[in-house]
């Protein structure tokens, strides 16, 4: 009797305790549903890591993406978005923080950005911090900041620990490809991370939730290696796949040396890259294979949310971290300022937004994400001034445009400047390029001496930062 008698006074103190803390937090929600007119979005955060154009916007023959593509039909593309940086970390940090990397200092990858850059430890709010300030709860997986947070950020940024399904890149102990990390074989599901993480997703969104959530899912692929599940190999036949159309012999022979050099460390095309044309189609098959694995994942998440009481209610942003050579301008892999490893696949759909399925062409950046959502989810505003705009203009009304060009730097003074017609790059030693993709939409001939690009690049120079933050150690070179 007294143990019940116990109990059942627990329970009785755990009612008034749920009746004190929610019933004034539904209160608020309810006056916020009434001042926005809808219930508070949640949000999905859709990461893929190195996902070019390929498959995305399939300027590959025959890439398989189904479930992108239906995505594409419910949401708004950004046909040209670019990321703040085309690494890894940087572009994440930038993405995570709304200031591009020439505002936080952390331009390179490595473990600095999260730990030494003063600016990113104490002066900003991260996307999932400013989301809990508000309200939500945050649930992260996977592959999502890359660089590791001190112990406390972590918790100040997910309701759950992160990295509970396993950190890509490779699939579990049983399935490493020693040594290997530009190779490529077919494991189980069961060996990879994704999957995992996918599923973990897939479970979070078949739960009661009282709060508005932020969830984020940051999947390894197409990152190498270039691991999948065989079926995901089965569907590319070997001996259809070509060299991409972007490559072209000599292509470096108009470029400063600078500008070379960018193509030295992460390019392994010429050191441990595809040395052969047959290593060469082995590579994109496998890059194709993975394309369509991360493809499947994504697909594992967005049928779950079709089916739950979210559906209506929820945000939903795609994106890669950055683009992807596969031997376009001699180079594997990315960190350059081209094209090739700028352009991002990305994609928003705002419930019953009307302009969904269609396509913005508006040149933006991913450091816009952080203000479009702040601006959709009514948030309070961060504590630090957010480098990207709302990109609400274009959600609303695809055909808008601005002058303003997307912006992409590796280090101090590499600026790379892309706007609807042009690109624009000066190197820190005042070497330049100037693409016109009206009518060389692979970056071929460099028109930065030619007597018709100084007023095209007059207008570019007001873009090119004034002030850049010192260098966090890492790698350029
Ligand atoms: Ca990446
Ligand atoms: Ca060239």
New binding site residues.
């Given amino acids: 009797m007294k143990i019940e008698f116990t109990i059942s006074r627990i329970k009785n103190f755990r009612a008034a305790y749920l009746i004190w803390v929610f019933i004034p937090g539904i209160f608020l929600l309810e006056c916020k549903t009434e001042k926005e007119d809808h219930k508070p979005y949640n949000v999905l955060f859709l990461i893929v890591d190195d996902m070019n154009d390929y498959g995305f916007y399939h300027t590959y023959p025959d890439v398989k993406t189904p479930h992108l593509d239906a995505l594409k039909t419910s949401s708004v593309t950004f046909r040209n978005a670019y990321c703040a940086s085309p690494i890894c970390t940087p572009s994440r940090a930038s993405t995570f923080s709304g200031l591009y990397p020439h505002s936080t200092g952390a331009y390179f990858n490595g473990s600095d950005p999260w730990r030494k850059s003063e600016i990113l430890i104490k002066q900003t709010e991260t996307l999932p911090e400013l989301f809990k300030r508000n309200g939500y709860e945050t649930f992260g997986r996977g592959k999502l900041f890359h660089a590791p947070l001190t112990e406390g950020r972590e918790k100040q940024n997910w309701d759950n620990p992160p990295y509970g399904g396993g950190f890509g890149p490779f699939p579990d102990s049983l399935h490493q490809l020693k040594g290997k990390f530009w190779g490529f074989q077919a494991f189980p599901d069961t060996a990879f991370p994704d999957v995992k993480n996918a599923y973990a997703l897939a479970d979070f969104l078949k739960e009661n939730h009282q709060k508005p959530f932020f969830a984020a899912l940051g999947l390894w692929r197409p990152h190498s290696p270039f691991t999948a599940p065989q079926r995901f190999y089965d569907l590319y036949d070997i001996n259809k796949i070509t060299i991409p159309e972007g490559y ?1 012999e000599n ?5 400063d040396s600078l500008a070379k050099k960018l193509i030295d460390p992460f390019g392994r095309f010429e050191v441990s890259g595809p040395t052969t044309e047959e290593d060469w189609k082995n590579m994109i098959h496998a890059y194709l294979a993975s394309t369509s694995f991360a493809d499947w994942s994504i697909g594992v998440v967005l049928e779950q949310l079709e089916k739950s009481p979210y559906a209506e209610n929820t945000i939903v942003v795609f994106w890669s971290d950055n683009g992807y050579h596969c031997g376009e301008k001699n180079h594997w892999e990315k960190g350059t300022l081209w094209e090739q490893a700028d352009l991002v696949p990305m994609a928003i759909r705002i419930p019953q937004n009307t302009e969904n399925g269609k396509v913005s062409n508006q040149p933006v950046s991913l450091v816009d994400l952080y203000p479009t959502l702040v601006d959709y989810c009514g948030l309070q505003q961060p504590t630090q001034t957010l480098d990207g705009k709302s990109l609400s203009p274009f959600l609303e009304d695809t055909q808008m445009t601005w002058e303003r060009p997307a912006l992409t730097t590796l280090g101090k003074e590499y600026t790379s400047l892309r706007d609807h017609r042009f690109r624009y790059i000066r190197y820190s030693n005042g070497t330049e390029e100037l693409y016109d993709h009206q009518n060389d939409p692979y970056e ?3 028109k930065a001496k030619s007597p018709e690009a100084t007023a095209i690049k007059a207008k570019f120079t007001k873009y090119i930062p004034q002030e850049w933050a010192e260098e966090l150690s890492g790698r350029r070179f």
Avoid: P, S, V, W
Wanted: aromatic share 0%; charged share 45%; glycine share 0%.
């Fill in positions: 072209k292509d470096l022979a108009d470029i071929t001939r460099n």
